[in-house]
């Protein structure tokens, strides 16, 4: 790095993107790790366009979560390899829905009988009132994971609480739920 700054201690560059929103840190610190993201991914599997996109996906996502660094938790580099890792995850899932997506939009979907309609409005507050029997954080982790379609990271960071905690939540409320809606299918 240009600055003097060696691999092994990037987390000055992060602290001066979070503090002042410093360019040239960040430029430093793209400069050093985008391409050793990209490798990375590259050796993950990931086509070449595709590696290059998620890294500097990776690297914008540390200049906007810069402020969540923390060096007591881990290096720079491992804070930066885990994000980028995470966002492969994420673009996997994503291909691997895209295809089912393509499918139900090309289907049309089967007709629906008056006592299906019923059903599905029967079911629908059934799963509302088990809903209401959550104790609220459940409900709130439930609403966030299921409704607004966000990772259990983002949850955790919405709603302040440890990702143990989210994982938590989520498992008691899918066992009351599941207790209470077994003979759905």
């Not at 804070?79 to 980028?84: G, H, K, Q, V």
């Not at 089967?110 to 599905?120: M, R």
Request: net charge negative.
């Amino acid at each position: 790095m240009s600055d003097g700054t060696t691999p092994t201690d990037c987390g000055p560059l992060i602290a001066a993107i979070a503090e002042r929103g410093d360019r040239e840190a960040f430029a430093a610190l793209f400069a050093h790790f985008a391409p050793r993201v990209k490798g990375y991914l590259l050796r993950l599997g990931l086509p070449d366009a595709q590696a290059e996109e998620l890294a500097q996906d990776t690297l914008l996502t540390a200049w906007r979560r810069a402020d969540q660094f923390d060096s007591a938790s881990g290096s720079a580099a491992a804070w930066i390899f885990t994000i980028a890792r995470n966002l492969r995850i994420d673009a996997a899932r994503r291909d691997r829905l895209a295809p089912r997506l393509e499918t139900m939009a090309e289907e049309p979907p089967p007709p629906t009988t008056a006592d299906a309609a019923i059903e599905a409005v029967q079911h629908a507050e059934r799963v509302r009132a088990a809903l209401a029997t959550l104790p609220s954080e459940q409900a709130e982790v439930i609403r966030l994971s299921f409704f607004d379609d966000r990772p259990h990271a983002e949850i955790e960071r919405a709603l302040g609480i440890p990702l143990g905690t989210v994982k938590s939540r989520l498992r008691l409320a899918m066992t009351r739920l599941r207790a209470l809606l077994d003979d759905i299918r």
